[in-house]
């Protein structure tokens, strides 16, 4: 597709998605969207970010306990747009898992962290539905899928005060049976979408081992079936970035709470709640990266340096071309992931060698573009100049955001290691490279599975310690590659 047609779909997140020729089959919706962030969304976004860390009222006047989140009322007006359009109930509709992926794009072009709450709360929704059971099914999903201000929201909680990376050691949240549910003591440290109606959340069974093999998902309700409090925010983070998603701890003190699937692949369920997130925040990070071009391009045509405006000297030029490439291909590797999820989502361990390439196509978009996110974030501050920095323009928020991305979810070592692992023991990199025929340069092909195969040769330290490169190049390559698939082609220079 033609550079100049790309940069004139900029400003538009639909147009943008049009423009790459993905199906929008709720293409109205997603314009109607849009124009709502454009009329009110904005301001009422920028607020809440220069608000910053919103209060916590933990007592009521009569001391009791309440943990109520102050956030003003326009909040909510603003949070209720997307679940309105469908970011987690149409997951269950005719348009599908891909159609709320749409809405995360639209969102996170204005807000990347409002879109949190939608994707942490559709995670749940696709947990609650592939592992309750029937009666637990009929009393929690309705709510989560209703398209009015009464919906409820849902939140992934796994991360404890000894670290997130490495659950099986750190999780300390115990869970013991009673009756026909499970009571749950422990805290969880980073707690994003706090004062969610229902959580997803990581604990051990009493008794299971203390490795990632004894962790158990459960379903976590706000309010205990006699209408008391069933968790307590301890406090809320004050965060650089994603100010629209309120982030706490939370204590579970004997909590109500039901179990999802089994105990014994409970970790893969964890995953799998993990993943949904990956592709989310993958889509997130290109919206993102989409809205930080788009603003540089409405500087840089405007401001004026050594006789002309500064888009039209080579240098500046050229960086624009390259970064129009960039964000096609970060698109392209997203939405690759978003069209495999849909696919392999019903999948149940043990997986299909098609949920492999799965996994290992999402550890490579997580890690990239977010990676790319925050490099065109700081490219387009600089792009702005002095004015860049300042607080009053919305350009040094773009990097804050953008800072978070690559962290939540899972650090870029994560990705990377997981997604060694999906290749050295599954073999995903040879489905990786059988379904990338078809776009890439033969020679290049070759010489990505030459140093693939010979670094999965090296002994299990040197792969780890050498791994960082190598997947840069694998991410890297699989984006420029897919960026071929697209309806739309890569971007002529
Ligand atoms: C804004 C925000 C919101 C969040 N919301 C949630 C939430 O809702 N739910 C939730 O569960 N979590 C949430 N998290 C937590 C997030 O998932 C963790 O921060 C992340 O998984 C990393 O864990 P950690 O911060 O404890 O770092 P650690 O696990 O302590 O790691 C520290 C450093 O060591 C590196 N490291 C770890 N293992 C290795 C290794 N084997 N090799 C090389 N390097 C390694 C890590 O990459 C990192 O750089 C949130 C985090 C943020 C910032």
Known sequence: MAEIELMEALPSPTRFLQAMGVPLPIRAELEEL???????GKAISAMIDRMGTP??????????????????????RMLLQGYRAG?????????????TFLIGYVTAFYDAGLYCPYTVSLATALALRKYGDPALQARFLPPLLRRD???????TWMTEAGGGSDLGATVETVARPEGGHWRLTGEKYFASNAGAELAVVAARPESAPRTVRGLALFLLPRYRENGGLNYLIRRLKDKIGTRSVPTGEVELQESEAYLLGRPETGIYEILE???????AN?????????????????????RVAFGRPVLHHPLMRRQFAERIRELQAAFALAWTTVRLLEEVWPEHPPYSERYHLFRLLTHLAKYWTAEQAVQTAKWAMEVHGGMGVLGEYPVERWLREAMILPI????????????????????????????????????ALEEMV????????LSPEEQEARAEPLFRDLARFTAETLARSLPSGPAAS
């Open 273 to 279: 709640v993990l993943n949904v997130s990956r592709v």
């Open 34 to 40: 849009e124009a709502w962030w454009e009329a009110e």
């Open 282 to 302: 993958s889509v997130g990070s290109v919206a993102l990266m989409q809205r930080a071009i788009a603003e540089a391009l409405a500087f840089a045509e405007r």
């Open 55 to 76: 209060w916590l009222r933990a007592y009521d006047r009569f001391g009791h306990r309440i943990d109520e989140i102050l956030y003003p009322p326009d909040y909510r």
């Open 87 to 99: 970011a987690v109930w149409r997951a269950f509709e005719g348009e599908g898992l891909a159609a």
């Open 408 to 443: 939540w979810e899972g650090t870029p070592h994560r990705q990377i290691l997981d997604g060694l692992e999906a290749m050295a023991r599954k073999g995903a990199h040879r489905a990786l490279f059988a379904w990338l025929a078809r776009w890439s340069d033969p020679h």
């Open 450 to 457: 030459s140093r693939v195969e010979a670094h999965l040769q």
């Open 149 to 155: 201000g009464e919906v409820w929201q849902g939140a």
